[in-house]
């Protein structure tokens, strides 16, 4: 990240699972035409290849070694985003419970937070960044202007999510899924670095009733106010 970096505007959006982070944030960059960063994806990635390599949580330095050379590449695809760790396209096997299990396990490894700090800085380009995932305006991007924090019911959220894996042709159960996504909220919220939480001059959205459109339009609001006023 260069030294002039901290003149290029960014808007975070956090928040838990299922909450319209990632919609939200990739339709923003759309039409602002700015870099995105899913920074959730980045810690599926290291997560899968901490399973490929068979590194346990607990191994936290081989995991700041691994988050340092993690290979990605995020590109446009046909409806969604494509995600690549090496070359390979690993969209699928990333979104993945087992997956996202892992990934909030290591998400809550210091080290693993340490390897990947660059890499989430270094997507700040002109001219602009939408970052998503759950620390981005706690940590990762403070000096942002505008800080959103999204939140839902676990109930709905759980919802969501049945509905994202049933149209990729993942099963799953409702009830099951509700009880992970609170498991996960407690040890994201509970971590010692960088918990789960609002920053403190984050505008928080309750998007349990709102559309994507809805949202998006609330959000492109805030932006015109705050970087445009």
Known sequence: MNSESSDIPVVTIDGPSGVGKGTTASLLAQALDWHLLDSGALYRLLALSA?????APEEEARLETMAQS????FEAGEGEQRVLLAGEDVSREIRTEDCGTMASRIAAVPGARRGLVKLQKDFRQAPGLVADGRDMGTTIFPDAPLKIFLTASPA???????????EKGIDANVGELEVAIAERDRRDAERSTSPLKPADDAVRIDTTEL???????R?????KERLDG
């Open 51 to 55: 399973m490929r390599a068979g590194v």
């Open 70 to 73: 993690l290979a990605v590449r």
């Open 156 to 166: 709905e959220r759980a919802l969501r999510r049945h509905k994202q894996l049933k």
């Open 211 to 217: 559309s994507i459109n809805q949202v998006l339009d």
């Open 219 to 223: 959000v492109l609001s805030l932006v």
